[in-house]
């Protein structure tokens, strides 16, 4: 019976996926920010992260005590 080592795989890179990925997202963000919809976009995504909301919320709970 043979000795058995764990070899830990190597992730592969597919590159043109990769590099389709990249050029889609920088071509996107190019008539995005010539749009002016970028920023929007962005704001969006800020707001869909629970951290910040929950933040924000303890912010304007502080805010409203100190009134």
């Known amino acids: 019976m043979h000795a058995m080592t764990e070899q830990t795989a190597t992730p592969k890179i597919h ?3 990769l ?3 990249v050029v889609t997202f920088a071509a996107t963000e190019t008539i995005l920010n010539l749009g002016g919809v970028s920023t929007i ?4 995504e800020f707001l869909a992260d629970s951290n ?6 303890e912010t304007l709970s502080n805010l409203v005590t100190l009134v």
Do not use: Q, S
């Not at 976009?41 to 969006?44: F, H, L, N, S």
């Not at 910040?52 to 919320?57: E, F, K, M, P, R």
């Open 15 to 17: 590159w043109r996926k």
């Open 19 to 21: 590099l389709a990925k």
């Open 41 to 44: 976009a962005d704001y969006a």
């Open 52 to 57: 910040t909301i929950a933040v924000v919320a």
